[in-house]
């Protein structure tokens, strides 16, 4: 499964990951969340809900249309990483892009590295990097939203899968790159696990009691 790694000039292309990552980490630290939730007269998100920058979070404004928009936008900072560096320099560049448009938006340097979870965003990279996959995620999320309700539950089983689905279509570099993805979807999903086991976690189309954890 791992025999890409031997494929990949990593010597040459070194200046071209390393531009890549800051590429994607610049983009994906852009908090469309908090900017949209200040144009929609909502004022700064993070003092709003659970505090998170998320589209979730965004929509507990009462504001449908912001969170509209950051949903689409944190989802098309990923896959836009992933083009824009895939047609200039391939893959491996396009993989780290990826993963510096997921560390970006989890911890953005000028919120002192307290971002959303991921989750909008996996599913743009998911859907840029093979897009047969980024639909099963996309089904995985519906499906367990609709067996569960439970959103962040949704999107663990998601994260989990995705990984799991690459390797099944015989892509082991974006496989890697998902399971690097899915477990830090898990842990920035820590509190939303606990609440889930504790039978706490706010179902879909209930009011959220919560507000001391980013969730």
Request: with cysteine; glycine share 10%.
């Amino acid at each position: 499964m791992f025999d890409f790694i031997r494929v990949i000039d990593w010597k040459d292309q070194t200046l071209y990951l390393a531009a890549a990552l800051a590429f994607g980490y610049l983009l994906g630290s852009i908090p469309f969340g908090l900017i949209f939730a200040h144009a929609a007269g909502a004022g700064d998100v993070r003092t709003i809900g659970s505090g998170n920058i998320g589209a979730t979070n965004v929509l507990r404004t009462g504001k449908r249309w912001a969170a509209l928009a950051t949903l689409i936008c944190d989802g098309g900072k990923g896959a836009v990483a992933v083009i824009v560096t895939r047609v200039w320099h391939g893959e491996a560049v396009a993989v780290l892009a990826a993963l510096g448009t997921i560390l970006g938006h989890l911890f953005p340097l000028w919120l002192g590295f307290k971002g959303g979870k991921g989750v909008a965003t996996f599913l743009g990279v998911t859907l840029a990097l093979f897009w047969p996959v980024g639909l099963l995620a996309l089904a995985t999320w519906a499906a367990a939203a609709w067996a569960w309700r439970i959103s962040s539950l949704s999107a663990l089983v998601a994260a989990v899968l995705v990984p799991i689905y690459m390797a099944l279509f015989r892509q082991p570099l974006y496989a890697t790159l998902e399971i690097v993805i899915a477990l830090l979807i898990i842990y920035m999903h820590r509190e939303n696990i606990r609440r889930i086991l504790s039978g706490d976690e706010p179902r879909i189309g209930a009011r959220s009691t919560y507000r001391s954890d980013l969730a």
